[in-house]
């Protein structure tokens, strides 16, 4: 099931960076998960990041104003014909 995916990685990105993990519902039905580190986050800690990162669809990383935030995308659901 989708959104059990979608709260397993947020609790993931949670408990590995120390953050809140924001849930975003995207207009065409998907979601994004989202979680900020502030600092430079230990080795230990960007392989738990990232290890978590790779179980949705998409990924990516941002650093703005010395913060990264790293997102998550999954797909909607696709319906059966």
Do not use: K, N
């Amino acid at each position: 099931m989708r959104s059990t995916r979608v709260f397993e990685l947020a609790s993931r990105l949670a408990a590995a960076t120390g953050a809140e993990a924001r849930i975003i519902q995207l207009p065409d039905g998907g979601y994004r998960v989202e979680a900020e580190l502030s600092g430079d986050p230990d080795p230990r800690e960007h392989l738990t990041v990232l290890d978590a990162l790779t179980r949705a669809d998409r990924y990516g990383h941002r650093y703005r104003a010395r913060i990264h935030t790293v997102w998550a995308e999954f797909d909607p659901p696709q319906e059966l014909p």
